[in-house]
């Protein structure tokens, strides 16, 4: 890494800065407190010349190269995969610490994966240089599971998702808003298999989305379950430092833009209260507790879209299990479950820099 | 109950022939086996009067009365809550056995609770003379997992629901049409609270129902519980005869026509395998498994609108877990969810007096 000069604000590069999340980036980055120097962008060739607003002035995009990481201090990476797993290596033997978005790292035993109000002291620990920002369904319930984890020790997570479109990018946002004004106005949604006639292309989603639930998000893996589902499980159990976490998810697709949902059954070592339960989440940092039903009070995904915290309403006490809370969760999946949590990892690492 | 004459076909009475469920019934008993003589319809007496089609015959409504139940063998009820208290024991004094399909008797320990694929005999033992229909979210799972509870015994149960926009009736459905036209070609569901503000009138839901998920459906009850949750716990137990199972479920709108869709976690008392559950649910009856997410094929509800079965798909055999199940089920709740498990019922007692 780079020998830090304490005088001088760390440089950041922003590497797919005209993606969906890369654009939901650039936004907080100008919103939050000014902790870097340069802020390099960095896209696609063809992506390259283009100008971007950030912090108020703009600035022109760059082309991926070896070379767009020299005097880099931290890159973060929002591109797929195959992208971040050859590029993040360059950044990190460039000098710079590589913050990756995408799924090539986050189980690899020598990358870190952080969310800063649950875990901060595992990004020091990073042999490759690489730290891995979770998966935007983990990230959208984990803040809040893991302020509970403290107080009660978990044990068990049943998880039922209700996930937007844009969590499939912009083609996803695009499909669902075509498939809108198809419906509108018709009597569609009403007879077996009219709207896939009715629609047409499907876009990224492997059925209708609109009037419709689709139960499926990633891969086929192993058992019949789906990778989305895994990446719940198995992102859960290193984020918490629980190997033993049982952990079972279904995912589902549902006919919304932005922000992820989820319905949570949370099992504990210890007996749990509603009344306790609302204190730590009134407390936690990065959560809004929004729970009172009887005054309309819940979170729906419209009145968590665009804010940056994990909203958490319908707590309640398994009738059957003094060890168990269902409840309701809402996390922005463009901001908290991806560009927010990839912001704060590199804010760590800045702090970490200008400590010296 | 009138005595039977084995020459005659039995009478039957629909009570609310003009409502939402009432319109489905008569499609049902064009369609199914004609074991019924006359079939009498019966709404409120504004609708008295008007004509409607059922197995090919306008016939026309009357008003509901004491007399209306006179002759009558078996009277169905699709009418709210308090309409059923008041009505369905004076067809049942007038000799009717009264099917009900609202919530005011479900949970009255002389009133049985029946799915004929689950718990027919139940419907023998009638002190009343008052069979309850389930609730339509208990329905659109309940035969699936009492067949599976058969094999392996059922233990503990984690419900996640989605349900649709015509469990809220006729003004649900109106109020989602009307919400998809008002969002038809704009930006609307990006940016907090915007569709608070465009869509007005939320109808009978305490949010905007399109693009979004509404966490709430029917009342407040203790704890922070929602009635329709409980339903699901209580007349899951009631059906099953299983005073001690445990369930939690979370209930939560979204925006689809028809058809509730549910994630299930199933825990049992013996070890399961995804093979043995689908042999199991391949043979039951009123149950279609459409599990092979790798040709693509799982139930949405737009697969499932319109069709009589529960769709199950999505059964896995839980990574952490050798007692457990997960799943995702669909039903149309406008079908099995109301007016066919009615029809069901009520021709169990058809059946029983045309045997003496």
Chains 1, 2 share one sequence.
Not at 19 to 24: D, F, L, P, R
Not at 92 to 117: I, K, T, W, Y
Not at 228 to 247: A, H, M, Q, T, Y
């Amino acid at each position: 890494m780079t020998a830090a000069d304490p005088a001088r604000k760390p440089t950041l590069a922003v590497v797919g800065a005209t993606g969906a999340v890369g654009t939901v980036m650039l936004d907080i980055l100008s919103t939050r407190e000014n902790v870097w120097g340069e802020i390099r962008l960095i896209a696609s060739p063809r992506s390259a010349g283009k100008k971007l607003v950030v912090r108020g002035e703009e600035v022109e995009v760059i082309a991926l190269s070896e070379e767009a990481f020299d005097g880099v201090d931290v890159a973060m990476f929002d591109v797929p995969d195959e992208v971040s797993a050859q590029w993040a290596p360059v950044a990190a033997a460039r000098g710079a610490v590589a913050v990756d978005n995408s799924g090539a790292f986050r189980m690899d035993d020598d990358v870190p994966l952080v969310v800063p109000e649950v875990n901060a002291p595992a990004a020091r620990n990073r042999p490759r240089g690489i730290i891995s920002n979770p998966n935007c369904t983990t990230l959208s319930m984990i803040v809040a599971l893991g302020a509970l984890h403290a107080e009660f020790g978990l044990k068990e997570l049943v998880v039922a998702s209700y996930q937007a479109a844009s969590g499939a990018g912009q083609p996803g946002v695009d499909t669902l808003r075509d498939q809108i004004a198809k419906v509108a106005g018709t009597e569609l949604g009403t007879a077996t298999g009219d709207l896939r006639a009715a629609v047409g292309d499907t876009g990224p989603f492997p059925a209708p989305l609109v009037l419709n639930a689709v139960p499926w998000a990633g891969s086929l893996k192993e058992g019949g379950w789906s990778s989305e589902e895994l990446k719940v499980r198995n992102e859960s159990r290193k984020i918490l430092g629980l190997p033993d976490l049982r952990v079972s998810a279904t995912c589902v697709r549902i006919p919304v833009i932005t922000t992820h949902s989820l319905a949570v059954h949370a099992v504990f070592e210890n007996e749990v209260s509603v009344e306790r339960a609302h204190g730590i989440l009134r407390e936690a940092p990065g959560v809004v507790l929004y729970d009172n039903p009887g005054a309309g009070e819940f979170p729906t995904p419209n009145d968590v879209v665009g804010t940056d915290p994990t909203w958490v309403g319908r707590v309640r006490r398994a009738v059957d299990d003094p060890l168990a809370l269902d409840l309701f969760l809402c996390g922005d999946n463009l901001r908290k479950g991806a560009a927010l949590n990839t912001a704060q990892i590199a804010e760590l690492i800045a702090a970490e820099l200008s400590a010296g």
